[in-house]
Structures are given as structure tokens and as C-alpha cells.
């Protein structure tokens, strides 16, 4: 079945350390996404990425870094610049990115700082 | 600047009865998508129907359609036959087109038994 996997599900860091979450799809498609959700909130783009080796930041791209080695993997790393990283963390990916294309998520990783 | 307004933070609704969850979106676009995702308790977000600014018929999708104004610049989600399982949190988003998705900050709905 293709799809999108994320990993960990859980996953908690403490002060200072940096973490990856990983994201990995198996449709095919050529753009990849990646949002933060806070409690009661709706989707916040961190990053995206058109085609390989290819990113742009989002909105809220500040503590973050991302990689585009492979057009099946997206993985992000939270690093210790970011002040307040525990949150719901969602990967996407689309076709293309033109207004008809409609994003597909990951299941998600809920992230936790001690 | 795109935006997408839900103005319900909550919604009860009966098992079996329809309900509508509002969206109302402000775009200087001509050209742009409108989306409804459903995100249960597990956290992942369920793409559930999508329609297109230039498409005159409401999309449906087994017993989901969608209320599109375009004039109101309103486009609601209806879910008929309401089931327990519906209860979740609901995200409307629009996209005009590039990468930027905006999405509002959800509803949630409750479905009594």
C-alpha cells in the first residue's frame, strides 16, 4: 500500500539536543511538507521541498534544518536553536504544487522536551 | 493574503443526523483549491474532499459534499448520516497555488450516541 510513515511516534529530547524525525513516502510524488501543530491550533509549514536536493523554509523555519537526498525521504531535525519544540509534528507530500494538488499526512510525531 | 476562517470551535451533532461545519476563506485569487481534512484522536489528518474554484457543481464524497459559495466565499462541509466514528477534529484549508497551504484552526465535532 503506498503511503507516508513517520517515525518515531514518540519521540522526547532534552535540553540542548538536537533530534531527527524521519518521513518517508512511497507515492511517488515529487513535493514533501512538513508542519507543526500546537494544542488546539491548526498547521503551521516549517518546510517544503519541490524536487530533490531542493527546500525552502516556511513560516516557521527558524530551530529547524532539513535534507532532500532522496525523493522518497524528507527527514527534519529540531535543533537545540528551537525554544519551544515540544509539539505534534506532520509530514506531507503532493504531486506538485499547484492548487488542485491535494497534500496526503503522515501519522504523525508527537515530540517532547524534558 | 490568504485565510481561512471556522468560526464553530465545537459542534454536537446526533447519531444518524446531518451536521454542517462552517468555512469561510478571503483570497484575491481567481484560481485556488478548497480542502477538508478530518484528524480523529490519533493525530493524523485524513484528506477528505477537495473543490476547485472554477468547478460549478458541489463536490461529494460518499456522505461528505461540499457547500460551495463562491460569492460568500463560504464553502461548508455537510456530513450526512452522522456515526460515531466522525468525531474528530475538522481542518478546512485553501490553496492558491505554489506550496503554501493555509490551513483554519478546526472544529470539533462531537457525535452522540
Known amino acids: 500500500d503506498g503511503g507516508i510513515t513517520q517515525s518515531p511516534k514518540y519521540l522526547f529530547r532534552k535540553e540542548g539536543q538536537n533530534v531527527t524525525l524521519s518521513c518517508e513516502q512511497n507515492?511517488?510524488?515529487?513535493?514533501m511538507y512538513w508542519y507543526r501543530q500546537d494544542p488546539g491550533q491548526g498547521l503551521r509549514l516549517i518546510y517544503y521541498?519541490?524536487?530533490?536536493?531542493?527546500?525552502q523554509k516556511g513560516d516557521i523555519a527558524e530551530g529547524y534544518s532539513v535534507s532532500r537526498e532522496k525523493k522518497e525521504s524528507f527527514p527534519l531535525t529540531v535543533t537545540s536553536a528551537q525554544k519551544n519544540p515540544t509539539a505534534f509534528y506532520l509530514c506531507?507530500?503532493?504531486?506538485?504544487?499547484?492548487?488542485?494538488?491535494?497534500?496526503?499526512f503522515g501519522p504523525g510525531t508527537r515530540l517532547t522536551v524534558l | 493574503a490568504q485565510k481561512i476562517t471556522q468560526t464553530q470551535p465545537g459542534m454536537f451533532v446526533q447519531e444518524k443526523e446531518a451536521v454542517t461545519l462552517d468555512c469561510t476563506y478571503d483570497?484575491?485569487?481567481?484560481?485556488?483549491?478548497l480542502f477538508w481534512y478530518k484528524q480523529p484522536s490519533s493525530g493524523e489528518m485524513i484528506f477528505l474532499i477537495y473543490?476547485?474554484?472554477?468547478?460549478?457543481q458541489n463536490a461529494t464524497e460518499g456522505r461528505y459534499s461540499l457547500n460551495f459559495q463562491k460569492a460568500r466565499k463560504s464553502a461548508n462541509l455537510v456530513i450526512s448520516a452522522s456515526q460515531l466514528g466522525d468525531s474528530a477534529m475538522y481542518f478546512c484549508?485553501?490553496?492558491?497555488?505554489?506550496?503554501?497551504?493555509?490551513f483554519g484552526a478546526g472544529t470539533r465535532l462531537f457525535v452522540k450516541a
Open positions: 484549508a485553501i490553496n492558491t497555488g505554489g506550496f503554501k497551504t493555509i
Open positions: 521541498s519541490q524536487i530533490v536536493n531542493d527546500f
Open positions: 506531507a507530500s503532493s504531486i506538485g504544487s499547484g492548487n488542485t494538488d491535494t497534500q496526503y
Open positions: 483570497t484575491s485569487d481567481q484560481s485556488y483549491g
Open positions: 507515492l511517488n510524488h515529487d513535493a
Open positions: 473543490q476547485g474554484s472554477y468547478d460549478e
